[in-house]
Structures are given as C-alpha cells and as structure tokens.
C-alpha cells in the first residue's frame, strides 16, 4: 500500500527521462533509501544528501546562515531554501526535501516533535507543506511517516 505511491513516482520520473535529488534531515536518509529500493532507480536518482546539522545545509545547500538563525532549521523557509540549493547543487529535475522533528525529544511548544517541512522543486517553482504528526508516535515511525507525506506531496505536484 505505502510503496504504490512511490512507484508511480519511479515510473513517471523513469517514463520521463527525469531525475530526482533529495536532501533530508529529519528522515536521515530513509526518503533516499526507499526511492532507492525501487528496482531501476539508478536511472532516475541522481544525488542525494543527509544535511541534519545546520552546518550541513549551509555548506551543501548554500542555506544563509540568517535564515537558520531567524526561522530557525525546521521551517517554511529553511525547507524553501533546501529546496533551492538542492536544485541549483545538483541540477536535478525535482528536489524533494525534509526538515523537522522526529523525537521523542526536542520539540517546542512552538515546534513540537511531529512537525516538518517537506519542499519539492519542479519545473522552475519550489512548493512547501506543512506538515504534523501526534508526538507519541515512535521516532522510526515518525520517519517512516515523514518520508510517505514527501513521496504523496512530489506525486501531487507532478499530477500522480
């Protein structure tokens, strides 16, 4: 049931001629291994990174240092410019990326565990979702939830 989603995407993406990049940092890697599991997914992926530390999103995805410091890592506009450094870094055809907080520990009351930012750049323009998820939900889940919410988010905007 999870991975229908993630094979359209593969399929279009394949049909397409197009290639995906991802960069994560609340799914540490996981969006990039299940885009990976698919079989002839080396024909659409075409680099991905983990930029979990603000440090990484600076230096790999050129995110200004004001931008982490004003909004902060899990935001709108962080997501926003992961997105676009993604892009501009890779020159793929869609960036998908995650920012937020999988917990159990870490959140605020203004960002509480179960929040993230998903962005995905296509065809010149970079959108961004909100998203939040209950905070009991464990960690490995939360992830795994995250990553679903990205895959359902790139099949939306290319019409899936």
Same mark, same amino acid.
């Given at each position: %049931?999870?991975?229908?989603?993630?094979?359209?995407? @593969?399929?279009?993406?394949?049909?397409?001629?197009?290639?995906?990049?991802?960069?994560?940092?609340?799914?540490?890697?996981?969006?990039? /291994?299940?885009?990976?599991?698919?079989?002839?997914? /080396?024909?659409?992926? =075409?680099?991905?990174?983990?930029?979990?530390?603000?440090?990484?999103?600076?230096?790999?995805?050129?995110?200004?240092?004001?931008?982490?410091?004003?909004?902060?890592?899990?935001?709108?506009?962080?997501?926003?410019? %992961?997105?676009?450094?993604?892009?501009? =870094?890779?020159?793929?055809? %869609?960036?998908?990326?995650?920012?937020?907080? @999988?917990?159990?520990?870490?959140?605020?009351?203004?960002?509480?565990?179960?929040?993230?930012?998903?962005?995905?750049?296509?065809?010149?323009?970079?959108?961004?979702?909100?998203?939040?998820?209950?905070?009991?939900?464990?960690?490995?889940? %939360? =992830?795994?939830?995250?990553?679903?919410?990205?895959?359902?988010?790139?099949? =939306?905007?290319?019409?899936?």
């Amino acid at each position: %049931m999870f991975d229908r989603k993630l094979k359209k995407l @593969a399929k279009y993406l394949i049909e397409n001629n197009l290639t995906v990049s991802t960069a994560e940092s609340c799914t540490g890697g996981l969006l990039s /291994s299940r885009l990976t599991d698919v079989s002839g997914s /080396s024909d659409f992926v =075409k680099l991905n990174f983990v930029t979990y530390a603000n440090f990484a999103k600076e230096s790999i995805l050129d995110v200004d240092k004001k931008i982490l410091e004003k909004f902060g890592a899990v935001s709108e506009e962080c997501a926003y410019n %992961m997105a676009a450094g993604l892009h501009k =870094k890779t020159n793929c055809d %869609m960036a998908i990326c995650t920012t937020g907080i @999988a917990g159990p520990t870490g959140g605020t009351k203004e960002k509480p565990v179960g929040l993230a930012y998903i962005s995905v750049y296509f065809k010149e323009n970079i959108l961004v979702r909100k998203v939040q998820f209950p905070s009991f939900i464990p960690r490995k889940l %939360m =992830k795994f939830l995250f990553t679903q919410k990205a895959i359902s988010f790139a099949c =939306k905007i290319i019409e899936l």
